[in-house]
């Protein structure tokens, strides 16, 4: 009997999560990714898949490999997946990080939901069709990349800007974070997909004064300007902003829970949400939070320029209002550098690869309900999307109704459900199959 991606899914997942593959955002210390594209290429290549290994850099590996379709007149579809990881201290953690651990139900490691799940999934289904000589109804582009944990300057947005070809014919696309359950009742899931996350924008803040002695009384300190403007940044609420997936979001859990959620009271409304409101309410404003500080090199001397880095995520359509506000909040003095920069992405919630998401769901789980949402942070979507490409998060993973999924990103002890990856691997087949 033909080994199945279902039989397979976890031992690949637990392959990707002992290879550490930590990206800490400086070349140097990074590891792994090359090692992890190469344990993909050679589990490809066992099966018949060509691939290619780019690097942007020294260790730095993306892989790509096209499966042909039935039609290839059709638009492609591209199944993207980070191979990197946020670092993990294993001091925190109840088991190694990088032990790829199965215990209690669950695959433990760093890279557990994100994403190596992913990755494990549609490897394992690419590698059943390969071994039964399924061919999809339009071509499949994998993609496995480096460096989205650090703002993909090394994976999918040097990809876009050197090998934009890999992608030519693709239309839509499917990557995290979408895809997994919250659960309402027995009878009762919402499965979100991503449609849509934020934009963007790390900022430098930059003040100047007169230097000076540590002693004198000092009138133009750039410390105190500095400082005085990184407050008013870290106090200021912006307004809230309702954007189109936000309210299809509210509007659609109001009827699958049969409760009022008006979105035009958004604070109001996800604030009913229990649980899930941890994740829906950064969605409804542009946040700015201040992340680092620098200034002086002696502690008796004023030094004559003072700087902080803020984080800034910016709604779709909201970039250029975002800055204006920005400004007036900080004053016309403080001098703003643009550290690094990827625009909003939004798509309906509409159309053939849609409604393939909710079948697949549903043929799998009778109470899956699907339901667009916008993520606070941000994927390689934000890359594809700039070659024209609907971009989606959906990473099928049916979840245990305690499960604190959102704190296991990038948190400790990150953990997926061993019988989730088989649910995810059956309901990706389907999905491929049918769209």
Not at 408 to 427: A, C, M, Q, S
């Amino acid at each position: 009997m033909d080994t199945t991606a279902v039989d397979e899914v976890v031992g690949l997942c637990r392959d990707l999560l002992r290879i550490d593959t930590t990206n800490t955002g400086d070349p140097r210390t990074t590891v792994g990714e090359r090692v992890a594209a190469e344990y993909v290429a050679e589990r490809l290549d066992e099966v018949g898949v060509e691939t290619r290994l780019l690097e942007s850099a020294p260790n730095r590996a993306n892989l790509i490999a096209r499966i042909p379709g039935a039609d290839s007149s059709r638009g492609a579809l591209l199944v993207h997946g980070h191979l990197d990881v946020v670092p993990a201290d294993a001091s925190e953690w109840s088991v190694p990080p990088f032990a790829g651990e199965e215990k209690d139900g669950y695959l433990w490691g760093r890279g557990a939901v994100d994403m190596k799940d992913f990755d494990a999934m549609a490897l394992a289904v690419v590698r059943e069709w390969k071994r039964t000589g399924y061919v999809p109804p339009r071509d499949i582009v994998l993609c496995y990349t480096a460096d989205e944990e650090a703002g993909m300057e090394y994976g999918s947005q040097w990809l876009v800007r050197n090998h934009a070809d890999a992608f030519e014919g693709v239309t839509e696309a499917i990557g995290e974070v979408g895809g997994y359950s919250y659960t309402v009742n027995d009878d009762l899931r919402l499965y979100l997909v991503q449609t849509a996350e934020k934009g963007l924008d790390w900022l430098r803040l930059h003040a100047h004064g007169r230097p000076g002695h540590g002693s004198f009384i000092h009138d133009d300190n750039a410390v105190t300007a500095l400082a005085e403007a990184v407050a008013a940044v870290g106090r200021h609420r912006f307004p809230t902003v309702v954007t189109p997936t936000v309210r299809q979001f509210l509007e659609q859990v109001s009827e699958a829970l049969h409760i009022d959620l008006n979105p035009d009271e958004p604070e109001l409304a996800i604030a009913k949400l229990g649980p899930i409101a941890n994740l829906i309410g950064a969605t409804i404003r542009n946040t700015a939070n201040p992340t680092r500080l620098e200034a002086g090199y002696k502690d008796n001397v004023i030094p004559g320029k003072a700087s902080a880095t803020i984080d800034c995520r910016t709604l779709p359509g909201q970039a250029d209002s975002f800055l204006a506000e920005l400004r007036e909040i900080i004053g016309p003095d403080i001098e703003i550098e643009h550290v690094h920069q990827q625009s909003a992405v939004e798509t309906s919630f509409d159309g053939d690869l849609v409604d393939a998401m909710g079948a697949a769901l549903r043929a799998e789980d009778p109470g899956a309900r699907t339901v667009p949402y916008l993520m606070s942070g941000g994927t390689d979507a934000k890359a594809f999307a700039t070659l024209g490409i609907r971009c989606f998060g959906f990473a099928p993973l049916r979840l245990p109704p305690d499960l604190n999924f959102s704190a296991l990103f990038h948190g400790i002890d990150e953990r997926v459900p061993t019988e989730g990856l088989k649910f995810g691997v059956r309901v990706l087949d389907r999905l491929l199959r049918n769209s």
